[in-house]
């Protein structure tokens, strides 16, 4: 089981914003952003509540549990 994002394509929904807008939005550092796209490093809530607010969207809309076997877990 992993947590994983839709941050990237989110970023891309927003007319291409760069991590490092996405970074100074909610104060962090565009490699914290990298990491948690990646999925290297899994947010706060409160960072993940931050990040799902920019893009307007529920923190499971961002953010979901991936099984082994691929099936998205809501």
């Known amino acids: 089981m992993a947590l994983r994002n839709s941050i990237r394509r989110y970023r891309f929904e927003q007319?291409?914003?760069t991590q490092e807008a996405l970074a100074n939005a909610v104060d962090v550092t565009r490699q914290?952003?990298?990491?948690?796209?990646?999925g290297k490093f899994i947010p706060s809530t409160l960072l993940a509540l931050k990040i799902a607010k920019v893009f307007h969207k529920?923190?499971?809309?961002v953010f979901f549990?991936?099984?082994p076997?691929?099936?998205?877990e809501k």
């Open 15 to 17: 007319s291409e914003m």
């Open 65 to 67: 549990i991936e099984e």
């Open 32 to 38: 914290t952003i990298h990491s948690i796209e990646t």
């Open 69 to 72: 076997n691929n099936r998205k």
């Open 58 to 61: 529920s923190v499971e809309e």
